[in-house]
């Protein structure tokens, strides 16, 4: 079964639980995620949430994408940016911003010990003015400095 668009309303919470289904024709680097390396939580026993956003940074080389993604959201500090905000700041539609989340989802889930977390381990999201709000979680910012990434 082929689906040609899917809608999602619900909270951020909800989203994470299903946000792999979001961007996989997009996806900016496809080739980046081995699913086969996803196996839950395993691994991740006694490392703090800083160690886990630094295995998934660490995990493969961050596409191009993500890497925008996380300068344009260090610049719009913690007001963050409305989803068309964040796209026209990155130089992207919306469309394609929707690839670059969800090959950072899949980045993500990719990675051991994040399957409960997915990509709330890097954002936080929240609805507003009828779209989504995108702002990169403190301790994320905090690495990827630390890492060079920023």
Not at 60 to 80: I, S
Request: aromatic share 6%; net charge negative; proline share 3%.
């Amino acid at each position: 079964m082929e689906l040609s668009k899917l809608d999602f309303v619900g909270t951020a919470e909800e989203f994470a639980a299903v946000e792999h289904l979001f961007g996989d024709r997009c996806a900016e680097n496809p080739e980046l995620v081995d699913v086969e390396e996803h196996n839950g939580s395993s691994g991740s026993e006694g490392k703090g949430r800083d160690d886990v956003i630094r295995d998934v940074i660490r995990r493969r080389p961050v596409p191009r994408g993500q890497r925008e993604l996380y300068e344009v959201l260090v610049k719009a500090g913690d007001g963050g940016l409305l989803k068309p905000e964040l796209a026209e700041a990155m130089g992207r539609t919306e469309r394609e911003l929707t690839g670059v989340l969800g090959a950072l989802g899949k980045r993500i889930f990719g990675t051991k010990g994040t399957s409960e977390q997915g990509i709330l381990l890097f954002l936080e999201i929240s609805a507003s003015d009828g779209t989504w709000r995108y702002r990169l979680r403190p301790e994320v910012r905090a690495v990827l400095k630390a890492e060079g990434l920023i």
